[in-house]
Structure formats: C-alpha cells, structure tokens
T-cell receptor, first 110, second 114 residues
C-alpha cells in the first residue's frame, strides 16, 4: 500500500529565503507525482505535475524534482514571499488513485 | 481558465439527514473523483467515476454514499443518513487522462453534521 510522507510538518522562514520541502513515497511504481498548495479552509491548487519519466519541472520560482527509484521528491521555492505561506501537499499516482501526504505548513515571515 | 466548481461551499445538517454535494467538472475531462479531508488530517480518496459508473472506491465509501452524473455536466455525491464523523471538507476533482493527466480540484464543500 502506497504511503506518502512529508518532512518537515511545519516550517517558518524569513522572507527572501530559499527553501526545500521533502516528500517520500514507499512504492516507486508510479505514473506521476503532483504538488499542491492549500490555503486554510480552501481547495487544492495544482502547482506542478512530474511524470515518472521526468526528473524535474519548473514553474516560476518553484522547482520540483523526482527521484523515482529512491522514492523521493523535493519542492524548491526560491526567494520566498509572505504570499507563499500555505500548506504544500505532495500526492502520488500509481495503480491506485492519488495518495496524499499530510503536507508541510509553510510560514514566510516578512 | 477552466475550473472545477462545487456547491454548496458550506452545509450544516442534522445527524441522520440526507446531503447532496454538487460538482461541475472541467468540460473535456473524463475521470471524476470525490475526496474528503477531515480537519487536520490527510486528503483521502472516496470514489472515482468514469463512463457513467464507479471505477474504484475506498472502504470509506460505504452504502451510505452514492455518486451520480445526472446530466452531461453535474457530478453529485449523496450521503443518505449523515453521521457526526462525516463532518469534513469534500473535494471534487477531475482529469482528462486516467493515469498521466493532471488532477484539478474544486474549492470544496464543507459539511458540518450536528
């Protein structure tokens, strides 16, 4: 059964800092991995989708990497801003529907 | 930009009452999903729907739950007799391709059972 773990559970950084969020999964037989952002009480906004054949994807200040064989992905946020404060969720698609991690709650302090 | 829309945004109901949550998936998407998130917990899969039938469901999705696509645009989740533990945020999602497509979520419907 696929398990997705995200570390750290919470992170607080000063504005401008570069940061890395980590995601690990137990079953490497995946089709893709998706990173989402969730603001309090709101829905899930898709940030990046990485297919299993890809190593990384970039969107603006965000860069996600995927190492399928080791069951790891990272989300790199450059030059963080207070508006980046949210919970970031990692989710993996294998032969089962999308399986989510519990998320990393990020606070960027001005 | 196309989006998944959900109604209502918040519903309060008494235990034992029936609730219907509604979703309009993105128009050219073929695969539809319901997920839920209990406060402070992970997002959990409930059910997937393709070609007018359930393709997969979790153990959470028991006989109290049902889904329907009554017309060409709406996708509904019905809870027949709500329990306190059904209180959660319910998310509808859709994608175009089963395995490789990006999954798009709606803003969610918050269900509070009293």
């Amino acid at each position: 059964k696929q398990e997705v773990t995200q570390i750290p559970a919470a992170l607080s950084v000063p504005e401008g800092e570069n940061l890395v969020l980590n995601c690990s999964f137990t079953d490497s037989a995946i089709y893709n991995l998706q990173w989402f952002r969730q603001d309090p009480g709101k829905g899930l906004t898709s940030l990046l989708l990485i297919q299993s054949s890809q190593r990384e994807q970039t969107s603006g200040r965000l860069n996600a990497s995927l190492d399928k064989s080791s069951g790891r992905s990272t989300l790199y946020i450059a030059a963080s801003q207070p508006g980046d404060s949210a919970t970031y969720l990692c989710a993996v698609k294998g032969n089962t529907p999308l399986v989510f991690g519990k998320g990393t709650r990020l606070s960027v302090i001005a | 930009e196309p989006e998944v829309t959900q109604t209502p945004s918040h519903q309060v109901t008494q235990m034992g009452q029936e609730v219907i949550l509604r979703c309009v998936p993105i128009s050219n998407h073929l695969y539809f999903y319901w997920y839920r998130q209990i406060l402070g917990q992970k997002v959990e899969f409930l059910v997937s729907f393709y070609n007018n039938e359930i393709s997969e469901k979790s153990e959470i999705f028991d006989d109290q739950f049902s889904v329907e696509r009554p017309d060409g645009s709406n996708f509904t989740l019905k809870i027949r007799s709500t329990k306190l533990e059904d209180s959660a945020m319910y998310f509808c999602a859709s994608r175009r391709d089963k395995n490789t497509g990006e999954l798009f979520f709606g803003e969610g419907s918050r269900l509070t059972v009293l």
